[in-house]
């Protein structure tokens, strides 16, 4: 099987201010796993994107085995056997999979054959699913094999998965490889998006590799190193984060059985838990997206109250502290969501500064706000965590992605944090910014600080703690020395494959 | 005080009259909510749809061409919301409340010459055998037909949500407009239709106060119906039946109250008058303090198809 399934010829879109994609060409043959690899805003959404018919290109063309292809809508995308499960998941929270899998496909039969269909499927590929249940209450897992099935259901010939991984824990991606590699076996095409190296290289079998919406090369990924690919995608070398030896010294943080219901609709509650971290000591917290770590971040900076001996800082219990009691103490928080939760979108960044620096860095002088120093503080963590922007003055939703995130990190690091707690700290950001932002955690931790880092990157928590836990369902697993600890014990920590080894892959 | 001078029999029978503009007004907004759009404009749709009810039905002589011109003008009306919302992404809440007033407004002005007026009103539907059933034939079948109309709607809105491709959709678009747009569907017309499906119920709702009910125009006649309707719509946590309950409550509460001002209930009238707002309201809050609701995820929120 080597024809072209799908040739793409000259892709170009641009949209005001930017070229998303330039010139864009490769070809994915039938039955191959094809990577297409790139940074954040290197163009990789887009071009899938047209691919599925939901963005028109300005110009160049594309066929399918060999016939032209221009698909108006994802509809006729679909009718043409492309098939695409989103990074983002486009699932309704509220309604059934069923329901969920009927609104993707064309010409959904009955309801009950419908069910019997993804019961018959959901087999065949190992991927268990009960068409009845809500997919709100669903873990991220389970919410991505609805959207593999309802794209199975067609019996694709090219199958788009974008950033497939990243909510899986270790168990549950080798058991996605086994469900990509048997449709590879029965001649489908995947097309595959991604930016861990590792998984491309032992999956892949060529891979294109965009950088600002050029295409830079296509490779056999197993043939070239993970840092050559990281090379080509970044377009320099870059340094990676050094841990220097450390002491630690006494517990600064401690939390004790900490239960506490989440605010949110679909969301995890903390159940019992308890951990301690020592100052100079970065503890990383793993976990599949969705198993509290927003609820425990909440409670950490204090936006979720809770029980006074909790938390203590110090030996002072702190749980039913406020957030500006907290930063007052010195236990500073970064939370994941950087326009809306760690930054307000529309406001200028040294407002942005001002909001959670107002007492430590005495931006207020009896109630009223001292812009001039508010200034100062925000062209600091500017020149200090090189944000690239024009200046303070420049609203946060105008900056991107790396550089906003290495702002509202930058901004808690320079309030020099006892403790301070990261939830996502590099989500979506390019390799440069992350290694800029790991290292910046690493010397604040050098400096005495305690940190937790919140993540769904297991690289990342290697790289930069020194103990690791994992949250499963709103609990906390047991914390280990970082040193010596197997992908296995990760994943088992992380809550294992979620009863999917309960799955009989036929065949 | 004499309670013997309530016929229990006529109460209940004149609930489901008293209960249908309501009905109507609410079953439409929760379609138009169920996709999303949170549309506060009912109470001007409701009345723009009693004026231009009448109207049609004094000039034309005929009650039923009259629901038909309340419907298209409400539905109208309801189309200027859906583009200033859809297209031109103006905020909902605001757009709703003036919506609210356009109505209002409009309505006194092309209401002007028709006060004092009466219209041609329908007839009550005589099934034989069932309308001569003994206490139950006058409380269920001696009624017109846009009673029974609004229950087959409230009926059809119910099986259309639940088992058709349409009602999926629909849902789907309320519940995440990003995803239904990245699955293909188009979230804008889909609302637009939905916009004025509300709006032409509303319109109905509307034209049986100034045909039926009252059968009379006068200024501001709604009074409130409309809001009431978009409390029902919320206490029903989205679900047609329950809004059927919730409507036949008001409207229960509203004929109880007035019969017992007949009967010289030695309460002030304002109290009375103000108890179906009230007992509606208290519902409302006791059954979200349960914490139960059912509200579509994207209610209220602004779709543009490049964020």
């Known amino acids: ?507 | 005080m004499d309670l013997s001078a309530i016929n229990p029999i006529l109460l209940i029978a004149s609930l489901m009259v008293s209960a249908t503009p309501i009905l109507l007004a609410a079953i439409g907004e929760m379609v138009t909510e169920k996709a999303g759009v949170l549309n506060l404009g009912v109470e001007g749709m409701m009345i723009t749809g009693a004026v231009v009810g009448f109207a049609v039905g004094v000039n034309s002589g005929s009650p039923l061409l009259g629901f038909v011109g309340a419907a298209l003008a409400s539905a109208l009306l309801s189309l200027s919301f859906g583009l200033l919302t859809q297209y031109l992404l103006s905020n909902q809440v605001a757009t709703g409340l003036g919506l609210t007033l356009v109505g209002l407004g409009l309505s006194a002005l092309i209401g002007k010459p028709y006060e004092g007026i009466k219209s041609p009103t329908l007839g009550d539907i005589h099934l034989p055998l069932l309308s001569d059933i003994p206490v139950i034939g006058p409380i269920l079948f001696q009624h017109d037909i846009m009673v029974y109309l609004s229950i087959a709607l409230v009926a059809a809105v119910w099986a259309v949500l639940k088992y058709t491709r349409i009602g999926l959709v629909l849902r789907a678009v309320g519940e995440n407009h990003d995803a239904a747009h990245a699955l293909g569907y188009k979230v804008i017309r889909i609302r637009l239709l939905a916009i004025m499906f509300g709006g032409a119920c509303a319109g109905l709702g509307g034209a049986y106060l100034s045909l039926v009910r009252v059968p009379q125009w006068t200024e501001g006649m709604t009074a409130g119906a409309g809001w009431i309707a978009l409390a029902i719509v919320v206490f029903a946590s989205w679900k047609p039946w329950r809004v059927l309950v919730g409507a036949y409550l008001f409207g229960g509460v509203t004929v109880l109250q007035l019969n017992l001002q007949a009967a010289g209930l030695k309460v002030p009238v304002e109290y009375l008058s103000m108890s179906p707002y009230l007992i509606t309201i208290l519902v409302l809050v006791i059954i979200s303090a349960r914490g139960f609701h059912g509200a579509p995820a994207s209610l209220g929120r602004s779709f543009h198809a490049s964020s």
Not at chain 1, 91 to 98: E, G, H, K, Q, R
Not at chain 1, 119 to 143: C, I, K, N
């Open chain 1, 1 to 507: 099987m080597t024809g072209t399934l799908l040739g793409i010829e000259g892709l170009t879109k641009a949209y005001p201010g930017v070229v998303a994609n330039d010139d864009v060409s490769f070809d994915i043959r039938e039955g191959e796993v094809h990577a297409l690899l790139g940074e954040n805003g290197a163009g990789k959404s887009t071009l899938v994107k047209m691919i599925y018919g939901l963005v028109k290109p300005d110009s160049g063309h594309m066929t399918l085995r060999g016939e032209p292809y221009a698909p108006a809508e994802p509809r006729a995308a679909r009718a043409s056997g492309v098939a695409m499960v989103f990074q983002h998941f486009s699932l309704f929270d509220a309604l059934s999979v069923a329901e969920n899998i009927a609104l993707g496909m064309e010409n959904p039969p009955k309801q009950r054959d419908l069910a019997r269909r993804i019961r018959d499927v959901s087999e065949t590929y190992g991927l268990p699913l009960d068409p009845a249940r809500t997919v709100g209450g669903l873990s991220a897992g389970e919410r991505q094999r609805v959207e593999i099935v309802r794209c199975l259901l067609q019996e694709p010939r090219l199958f788009i998965m974008d950033e497939p991984t990243s909510v899986l824990t270790p168990q549950e991606v080798e058991i996605l490889f086994q469900t990509l590699r048997k449709l590879k076996a029965e001649g489908t095409s995947i097309l595959y998006i991604s930016h861990k190296l590792e998984e491309i290289r032992a999956l892949c079998d060529h891979a294109t590799i965009l950088r600002l919406g050029k295409k830079v090369a296509t490779c056999t990924p197993s043939e070239k190193s993970a840092r050559e690919l990281a090379e080509m995608m970044v377009g320099a070398s870059f340094e990676t984060p050094a841990k220097a030896p450390r002491e630690l010294g006494d517990v600064v943080l401690k939390v004790e059985g900490l239960s506490l219901p989440s605010p949110m609709e679909f969301g995890t509650s903390l159940k019992d838990i308890s951990f301690e971290v020592r100052a100079g000591e970065v503890l990383g917290l793993g976990g599949v997206a969705g198993n509290g770590q927003d609820e425990l971040l909440a409670a950490l900076s204090g936006e979720l109250p809770g029980a006074a001996g909790a938390v203590t800082l110090k030996g002072e219990p702190v749980g039913e502290m406020g957030p500006d009691a907290r930063r007052m103490r010195g236990l500073l928080s970064g939370p994941e969501e950087r326009l809306g939760h760690a930054a307000a979108p529309d406001m200028s960044l040294t407002e942005n500064a001002l909001m959670t620096a107002k007492m430590r860095e005495g931006l207020v002088r009896g109630g009223f706000l001292d812009w001039g120093k508010a200034r100062t503080f925000a062209e600091k963590v500017i020149e200090r965590f090189d944000v690239r922007t024009p200046g303070p003055e420049n609203a946060a939703r105008s900056l991107s992605g790396g550089n906003l995130q290495k702002f509202v990190i930058g901004r808690e690091v320079l309030q020099r944090p006892e403790v301070l707690v990261v939830n996502q700290p590099t989500w979506g950001v390019d390799a440069a910014a992350a290694a800029a932002i790991r290292q910046a955690l690493l010397d604040l931790a050098a400096g005495g600080a305690a940190i937790i880092v919140i993540s769904q990157d297991l690289d990342e928590l290697m790289e930069v703690s020194d103990r690791f836990g994992a949250l499963n369902g709103g609990r906390m697993s047991e914390i280990r020395p970082v040193d010596g600890l197997s992908v296995d014990q990760i994943g088992l920590m992380m809550g294992g494959a979620h009863d999917m080894e309960v799955a009989h892959v036929a065949g």
